[in-house]
């Protein structure tokens, strides 16, 4: 037992009388400096108090113990102190019990500092520490019989570990180092049971891009292996499937969680930061999940968020302003229906709709049964009660226009957001939340339906802590478990407050963190393009599924905090379907040059998308319709329908009436007449042949043809005359003195000289005729 307060004042009296020769004489000595007295001054400043020795409590069992039991708690001691811990030893204390559920808050807050409190258990239930050096740690053990801690009637005590002993600076026993907890005490069952409902939430970040493969099977492609890593042994949703199979849970799920592991199942790849792609090996994992998975949720009703667990307040607050926005709302709960359906084979229920935080107000009301969700599940830290109930009331309570919301109690359901991964705080949450489970249980002997809405994405080690608790409640004496559809069903306390919070009243932290209205104009951008995209194609689902959940997945809750992920997210997205959409485009063209009044110019679409085109309708214009017509007008339409991988040139029929170059436009049009792709543009250069240049190229045709003519001729002639060059003498004509005499040249070439040297005509004769008109013109 610790000195009664009389004899420690009269041993700290002693200890200053004491000292009181020494201060005085510290500055004569050669080294009392003022800064060596501020030095022993903090020394012994820092070996007081309880803050002297941390003591850490890393397990306590049972944590809701019966009679019967023993109590055991395991630690560590650790001296953050300067000087040597000496003659001290590690009891248990037992306090007196609490009051209500705002007292078990403000212990909670005072875990470590103040007096010791109650009463110590008898030594030989202590462990004794001999000496604790400075910063050294030392582990410490307690076993106790439930009965040696004489609890009263039922309720919630207080129980402490402390560390008493004492250092050179304070020779004499004092506490100096105390960590409390709680421990609910309920050993027989209660009268009336809360009916408690967990819900287990399994939901992940954005995994799946929008990108697929061009192949027939379209393989995923994931934007990183995280995915991978926590549905893998150890894994975080490993580990969240495996606690929740052994507990009597509601599971709330994301169907875009479903879609993506369902999506590894099959051949899948990774696309690096480089920009490069790997190929997915953990197809095994993937099926064995969602075989467990399938398993642990058969015959049971799921609570199925919208598809990628859209952000509600951010639309209700931001989306709403933007045309078209509340729309993917809708889209994202058929297609969890589907999902659901599809993969885990149970009927998904979509009438829950979860908030951010459970933080509700009108507009987030109105958005979130707009989408066909008539229960909210709320939160009692913003859906405050405004009454004067002294018990925390039941959940349900009717909010109007056939509406119900479902409010999650706070202190339980934030009890294990801190850092779990330190078994002392672990420990801790687990008996806060037992404590505060316990208190409200005694606030009333009415029947009441309590729900715990953890955090989304709770870590592994706060799934455990969480679980822990759960298995104790659950076994425990004042609580039954219940589902989340008994609880939504449960009667409303009348005097419990059913006025939704006002837009003012949402928490400005929560708002920082909303999507931008820049973010859903892009979104709405992103759609646009994808409307205007999916009327050309013969097969819409190859496109619009993916990139229809991959905006699901834009307006995600998990985007919150991190606004410049979320950019980066969209701005793939976009990009990616401008990628292929321009697959389908416009070849580009070289000027062109007319020569004559009319011509054909052709312009080239080429498709190197996966599947045919269709329904598209290339315009050519001309910017001067008087100078350059295209068919009989400014311009003409031409229906366009590609084949895949495939190219096709479309010709227009031009008429020029000037000469000069004329600028033409080419832009491809849905049926609609919603411009697609790029418009292109080209110089038409037309060039005019008149009449009588004409005449003179028919004329100069002609005079060639002449002069092939008489050149044949020639030839011909010198041919036949060779031969009689070499006749005898005999036989030529008789010439008058002795000559012979000059034979007569054949009748029409007396006037033509013989050119025997002339070589032999090469060319064929050519027609004069003008050359005719619809000349087809290339680029």
Known sequence: MSPSPA???????????????????????????????????????????????????????????????????????????????????????????????????????????????????????????????????????????????????????????????????????????????????????????????????????????????????????????????????????????????????????????????????????????????????????????????????????????????????????????????????????DAAVATVDTILHVKADTSYAWPAEGAVDPDIVKVA?????????????????????????????????????VVADARLSTAFQGDMARAENSTLAVQEFLAQSLMLTMQTDKQRSVVVAPQRMPTSSQAHALAQ????????????????????????????????????????????????????????????DLENFKVVLTDQSRVVTPFGRAIDREMSTSWRGRAGTSASFRDGVSTYLSDITNQVALIEKSGVRLSGRSATIPVSVQNNLWQDVDHLVLRLTSANGTRLKIGDGVSEDKAVKIASGHSQSVKFTTTTKATGPITVYAQLYTEDNQPYGRQIAFKVDATEITPTVMLVIGGGVLLLVLAGFRMYTQRKRAAAAQPQEDEPQGDAAVAVDGEPEEAPAPAGEADVPQQPSDPTADTSSESAAPSGTGERVDR
């Open 469 to 528: 608790a759960l298995h104790a409640l659950q076994d425990g004496t004042w609580s039954q478990p219940q589902s989340l559809a008994a609880a939504t069903k449960a009667k409303p306390d009348p005097g419990a407050t059913t006025r939704v919070p006002s837009t003012r009243a949402y928490p400005a932290s929560l708002r920082k963190q909303e999507l931008s209205r820049a973010a859903f104009e892009q979104i709405q951008g992103t759609q646009g």
């Open 7 to 333: 004899r420690r004042l009269l041993r700290r009296t002693g200890v200053l009388l004491a000292a009181a020769p020494l201060l005085a004489a510290l500055p004569l000595l050669p080294d009392a400096s003022p800064a060596a007295a501020s030095t022993t001054a903090t020394a012994a400043a820092d070996a007081t108090g309880t803050k002297t020795v941390d003591v850490a409590v890393n397990q306590l069992s049972p944590v809701a113990p019966t009679a019967q039991d023993t109590l055991t708690v395991h630690g560590k001691v650790t001296n953050n102190g300067r000087q040597a811990v000496t003659g001290a030893h590690v009891g248990l204390r037992v306090g007196a019990s609490y009051g209500g559920r705002t007292a078990i808050d403000d212990a909670a807050k005072s875990g470590t500092g103040g007096a010791p409190d109650g009463t110590e258990i008898a030594s030989k239930y202590a462990e004794k520490v001999a000496r604790l050096a400075p910063g050294a740690t030392r582990d410490f053990s307690l076993s106790v019989p439930v009965k040696e801690l004489h609890l009263g009637a039922d309720g919630v005590y207080q129980i402490s570990v402390a560390l008493m002993g004492q250092t050179a600076a304070q020779p004499y026993t004092q506490t100096l180092g105390i960590q409390r907890t709680f421990l609910p005490w309920q050993p027989e069952g209660a009268d009336v049971r809360t009916r408690t409902t967990a819900l287990w939430p399994l939901i992940s970040d954005t995994h799946l891009t929008a990108e697929t493969g061009t192949n027939e099977q379209q393989t995923p492609v994931f934007n990183d292996d995280s995915l991978a890593r926590q549905i893998g042994p150890g894994g975080r949703l490993q580990q969240m499937l495996a606690l929740g199979d052994d507990l009597d849970v509601t599971w709330v799920i994301d169907p875009d969680l479903l879609a993506s592991v369902d999506a590894m199942t099959e051949a899948y790849t990774i696309k690096g930061v480089d920009g490069k792609f790997t190929s997915g090996k953990d197809q095994a994992i993937a099926k064995e999940w969602l075989n467990d998975l399938q398993k642990a949720v058969q015959d049971q009703k799921v609570v199925t968020l919208p598809f990628a667990d859209p952000d509600l307040a951010s639309l209700a607050h931001t989306g709403t302003k933007v045309t078209g926005s509340l729309g993917h709302l809708k889209d994202a709960t």
């Open 369 to 405: 049964t707009s989408a066909g969700a008539n229960k909210i599940i709320a939160r009692s830290d913003t859906f405050r009660e405004t009454g004067d109930l002294s018990y925390t009331p039941s959940a349900a309570r009717p909010i109007g226009g056939g509406a119900t919301a």
